[in-house]
């Protein structure tokens, strides 16, 4: 069964420093992957996905993300942060002919002035 | 273009009581979830539309949940009678064809229940 562990329930970082956001997975084949953004009272917004090819994914908002098969692993990474990133933060897998998307328990980021 | 609409957006009901939830996905997307999410967890799958068929409920508790998707636009999910352990939010999601091929759910902002 695929599964997704997000080891690090909050986060506090300053406004403009660098962030990473860590996500390992479990699955047997090659996953299809992905980071949300929850902001508070609102729904979830995709940030990024990896199905194949180029193993590192930009996405919207200056956010990419670093496929890393040897290490299950599928970090977000921001290189500076804005007061606006402040939300929950979801990575999720999935898999081709197996419509369940699996998400991780989140990580709720802070950012301090 | 409009998103995902669902309401109510909170909903306080006393334990027993029945409950729904509406759903109005994005234009053209033929493909509807339901997610339940509870406090500090992501979101976990209940059931999946395609069109009006229920391709998916593997996840839903049928002895209290029930949901359907009269030709296949919008949808209700009801809880009959609600427990405590109810109370989490209900997020609708919705995509154009399986989200695994296009690579995109649209979530709604989520129904907030409190069961008292």
């Known amino acids: 069964a695929q599964s997704v562990t997000q080891p690090d329930i909050h986060i506090t970082v300053s406004e403009g420093a660098s962030l990473e956001l860590r996500c390992n997975y479990s699955?047997?084949?090659?996953?299809?992957l992905f980071w949300y953004v929850q902001s508070p009272g609102q729904g979830l917004q995709l940030l990024l996905k990896?199905?194949?090819?180029?193993?590192l994914v930009q996405g919207i908002k200056g956010f990419e993300a670093e496929f890393k098969r040897s290490q299950s692993s599928f970090n977000l990474r921001k290189p500076s942060v804005h007061w606006s990133d402040a939300a929950e933060y979801f990575c999720?897998?999935?898999?081709?002919?197996?419509?369940?998307?699996?998400f991780g328990t989140g990580t709720r980021l802070t950012i301090i002035p | 273009e409009a998103g995902v609409v669902q309401s109510p957006r909170y909903k306080i009901i006393e334990k027993k009581q029945p409950v729904a939830f509406w759903c109005n996905p994005i234009?053209?997307?033929?493909?509807l979830y339901w997610y339940l999410q509870n406090l500090g967890q992501g979101p976990e799958l209940l059931i999946r539309?395609?069109?009006?068929?229920?391709?998916?409920d593997s996840q839903l508790p049928k002895d209290r949940f029930s949901a359907e998707r009269l030709k296949g636009v919008d949808s209700t999910l009801k809880i009959q009678p609600a427990e405590l352990g109810d109370s989490a939010v209900y997020l609708c999601?919705?995509?154009?064809?399986?989200?695994?091929?296009?690579?995109?759910?649209?979530f709604g902002e989520g129904s907030r229940l409190t069961v008292l």
């Open positions: 999601a919705s995509s154009q064809g399986l989200a695994l091929n296009t690579g995109e759910l649209f």
């Open positions: 234009s053209g997307h033929n493909t």
């Open positions: 539309y395609e069109n009006e068929e229920a391709v998916d």
């Open positions: 999720a897998v999935g898999a081709r002919g197996n419509e369940k998307l699996t």
């Open positions: 699955y047997g084949a090659t996953p299809y």
């Open positions: 990896y199905f194949s090819g180029d193993t």
